[in-house]
């Protein structure tokens, strides 16, 4: 990133309130099949947490799960890859249960 422009931006305030991230958080691989292939997707520990909770909640497996939120996202044409599609998924889908 281009110095000027890092000098240029003003501090971002999250809020007022103090926000603090768990150091239990970290980044989960899981190796699985999509469509015959094995592939692995790395999230972070609360993303997975929302996926597995919405899988079981339909009866699917994590595998089959990930495969129909693939097709939504090839049918979207979405232009985020499937980590960045399954954290704004779960990110959603966690703002809709609060």
């Known amino acids: 990133m281009d110095t000027r422009l890092?000098?240029?931006?003003?501090?971002?305030?999250?809020?007022?309130?103090?926000f603090k991230i768990s150091p239990d958080i970290t980044r989960e691989k899981r190796s699985l099949s999509l469509y015959g292939h094995r592939t692995s997707v790395a999230l972070e520990t609360p993303f997975w947490a929302v996926i597995d909770k919405a899988a079981a909640a339909r009866g699917m497996?994590?595998?089959?799960?990930?495969?129909?939120l693939d097709d939504a996202r090839i049918a979207a044409k979405s232009e985020l890859g499937l980590a960045a599609y399954l954290r704004v998924w779960a990110m959603v889908t966690a703002q809709e249960r609060s």
């Open 61 to 68: 497996s994590l595998a089959g799960f990930l495969c129909a």
């Open 6 to 18: 890092r000098q240029a931006k003003r501090p971002i305030k999250v809020s007022d309130h103090s």
